[in-house]
């Protein structure tokens, strides 16, 4: 480490902004009892800047689902102190237009989101443009930001060219520590590519699997897996003249597996195939009282190794000055 990036990354690791990410109670929420205001709970006693939740995190009991719980979620946020980010899985209208009401009553600051389009990828990518063209009019007054995250079937150069398309400011890019890697690239490619764009990370561990010509990922508990935590972590707080990466988000996802979408044999307009938004699974026999115990304790446990890793880097910002 060099003098300049050890200067840079102190404060930076001093002032992170680490979100708790609502997949990391995903089976709590989808089979559980876990509503969206116990989540503003967890991250408050984690001492978190934020939350990243999806619109339909708690099934009937969801912001989506049940709008009549939004303002009182908007309400307790506000009076943690907790910064909202909404998440939804595709790029159609009707899904970005329900995200977006969401988000207004929350009083989030940001929707994520990600192209669930079939088809060549050249159509993927023109489908993926004009859905996300229609930003500047479902929100107008450009009131929120808007987070294109890559996710297993594009590419990072691909991603970067409909940003570009798009052409809107408020538009920029999510970083996930694994979702390249189904995608054929790894996470310090894929990294290289998206940098100047990258806004905001979601954090998780990974183990990286042959599947057919390709890679698969089965995601697990941080720092059990194939990710160089430390040394994304790193790039990414580097990013930047001022701290470019707004929210890190800890996603704990053990256990969830996604399958090999692009491959070494690729012609060159490969077709995606239609897909299902991101589930986990419980094994055969597995109870769930207990596997609900465990993922909340996972979560906690995620966000308690991060800020061990980042204190780490920062110890050897120090000795770098010193």
């Given at each position: 480490m060099n003098r300049h990036d050890a200067a840079r990354l102190i404060p930076r690791i001093q002032g992170v902004r680490l979100f708790a990410h609502a997949y990391a109670w995903h089976l709590n929420f989808r089979l559980g009892s876990a509503m969206p205001i116990d989540f503003l709970r967890f991250?408050?006693?984690q001492r978190m800047a934020g939350v990243k939740i999806h619109v339909e995190d708690g099934e009937a009991r969801s912001l989506l689902h049940a709008p009549d719980t939004r303002a009182g979620f908007g309400a307790l946020a506000q009076a943690l102190g907790l910064e909202v980010h909404i998440e939804t899985s595709a790029t159609d209208e009707a899904t970005l237009r329900a995200a977006i009401q969401v988000a207004r009553d929350t009083g989030a600051t940001s929707v994520r989101c990600y192209p669930r389009h079939a088809g060549p990828v050249s159509q993927v990518m023109a489908q993926t443009i004009a859905d996300l063209r229609r930003l500047t009019v479902l929100d107008p007054k450009g009131s929120l930001d808007f987070l294109l995250e890559q996710h297993e079937d594009l590419t990072s150069r691909e991603l970067v060219a409909i940003l570009q398309a798009v052409d809107n400011p408020r538009l920029t890019l999510l970083y996930d520590f694994a979702?390249?890697?189904?995608?054929?690239?790894t996470p310090e490619a894929a990294l290289a590519r998206m940098a100047p764009h990258v806004t905001d990370v979601h954090i998780k561990d990974a183990v990286i699997l042959a599947d057919r010509d390709g890679f698969a990922h089965r995601a697990c508990?941080?720092?059990?897996?194939?990710?160089d935590i430390?040394?994304?972590?790193?790039?990414?707080?580097?990013?930047?003249?001022a701290p470019q990466v707004r929210a890190f988000g800890c996603e704990e996802e053990n256990g969830m597996f996604a399958p090999a979408y692009r491959f070494a044999s690729d012609p060159p307009d490969p077709v995606i195939p239609m897909r299902a938004a991101s589930t986990t699974?419980?094994?055969?026999?597995?109870?769930?009282?207990?596997r609900l115990g465990q993922e909340r304790h996972e979560a906690t446990a995620q966000i308690a190794t991060i800020r061990r890793i980042l204190s780490g880097i920062a110890d050897e910002a120090r000795t770098a000055l010193s």
């Open positions: 991250a408050d006693q979702n390249m890697i189904n995608a054929f690239e508990r941080t720092g059990e897996g194939d990710i430390k040394g994304l972590l790193t790039r990414l707080l580097l990013l930047g003249e699974l419980l094994a055969p026999g597995e109870d769930l009282d207990t």
